[in-house]
T-cell receptor, first 115, second 114 residues
Framework: EAGVAQSPRYKIIEKRQSVAFWCNPI?????LYWYQQILGQGPKLLIQ????????DSQLPKDRFSAERLKGVDSTLKIQPAKLEDSAVYLC?????????????FGSGTRLTVV | AQSVTQLDSQVPVFEEAPVELRCNYS??????LFWYVQYPNQGLQLLLK??????LVKGINGFEAEFNKSQTSFHLRKPSVHISDTAEYFC????????????FGQGTRLTINP
């Protein structure tokens, strides 16, 4: 089966600009996650979707970050305006439900550099 | 709230030597436990997971981990490492009854020297 697709792979922007990332999960996976991985740290959950509804966005900086999952399939994560501290790898993951049984599948990530 | 502590940020070992990467977790409820590996410029790949049952879990690439509830640990081991095992390793915990998000540790960078 195809994996989790993310684009772009790399992005360099200036601070205060906006940027968007795209994720296409594995077909049929109801749950989609966005994680932020800052260099030297473990991934941190930003937002979790179940179909097209938000389950957990408690760690999403809502003044600048937004995410949507239209029709319960693809998802986009947007940052506007970007800050230097947003430089990180943004990982998308999907699961068919139940981390224990099915586990997660991660995409290769988008590496964002804010200058 | 759940948390994970990986006790070593870097572990250098020689090729064909054994290795142990340490992970401790904190949780007030039962947990699922995971180890992921991340090769340079790639996403996270599942090595193994503990859900229930036998406390010794075997994974891919010759890795295994042992769940110790009394010590709240889930250490990763491999009896003989290869150069190709050079990567970042992440321990993670999930609450089976909750939203089932993964909470990750800070990671351990495993470097294999020839």
């Amino acid at each position: 089966e195809a994996g989790v697709a993310q684009s772009p792979r790399y992005k360099i922007i200036e601070k205060r600009q906006s940027v968007a990332f795209w994720c296409n999960p594995i077909s049929g996976h109801a749950t989609l996650y966005w994680y932020q991985q800052i260099l030297g740290q473990g991934p941190k959950l930003l937002i979790q979707f179940q179909n097209n509804g938000v389950v957990d966005d408690s760690q999403l900086p809502k003044d600048r970050f937004s995410a949507e999952r239209l029709k319960g399939v693809d998802s986009t994560l947007k940052i506007q305006p970007a800050k230097l501290e947003d430089s990180a790898v943004y990982l998308c993951a999907s699961s068919s439900g139940g981390t224990g049984l099915q586990g997660y599948t991660f995409g290769s990530g988008t590496r964002l550099t804010v200058v | 709230a759940q948390s994970v502590t990986q006790l070593d940020s870097q572990v250098p070992v020689f090729e064909e030597a054994p290795v142990e990467l340490r992970c401790n977790y904190s949780s007030s409820v039962s947990v699922y436990l995971f180890w992921y590996v991340q090769y340079p410029n790639q996403g996270l790949q599942l090595l193994l997971k503990y859900l229930s049952g036998s406390t010794l879990v075997k994974g891919i690439n010759g890795f295994e981990a042992e769940f110790n509830k009394s010590q709240t640990s889930f250490h990763l081991r491999k009896p003989s490492v290869h150069i190709s095992d050079t990567a970042e390793y992440f321990c993670a915990v999930s609450d089976p009854q909750g939203a089932q998000k993964l909470v990750f540790g800070q990671g351990t960078r495993l470097t294999i020297n020839p």
